[in-house]
């Protein structure tokens, strides 16, 4: 997740940690590792040409925040009291 917009160089450090897990953790078994980058913005050319003779899946996505819960999440998500006493281990897991 990148705090800023899309830039080429995203790309370049998304391939290296694909190879990292793809060396390190992957096994045999497993699904082709896929790359998701999160960014504030994007601009689809730029993306398009960063990604175009990229060697492993990646794809980009904007998000944007919001200072309110949208209603449907409401009571599905636990409170910040609920997630400090989890972290402190008060409550069972």
Request: with cysteine; hydrophobic share 40%; glycine share 6%.
């Amino acid at each position: 997740m990148k705090i800023d917009a899309f830039k080429p160089e995203h790309a370049g450090k998304m391939q290296f940690y694909l190879a990292a897990i793809d060396d390190q953790l992957k096994s045999e078994r497993d699904a082709p590792t896929i790359g998701i980058l999160l960014c504030k913005e994007k601009n689809k050319v730029v993306v398009e040409y960063a990604l175009r003779d990229a060697s492993k899946p990646i794809a980009v996505a904007d998000y944007t925040l919001k200072k309110t819960l949208p209603k449907e999440l409401k009571g599905e998500l636990p409170s910040a009291a609920e997630l400090k006493k989890q972290l402190k281990g008060e409550v069972g897991s």
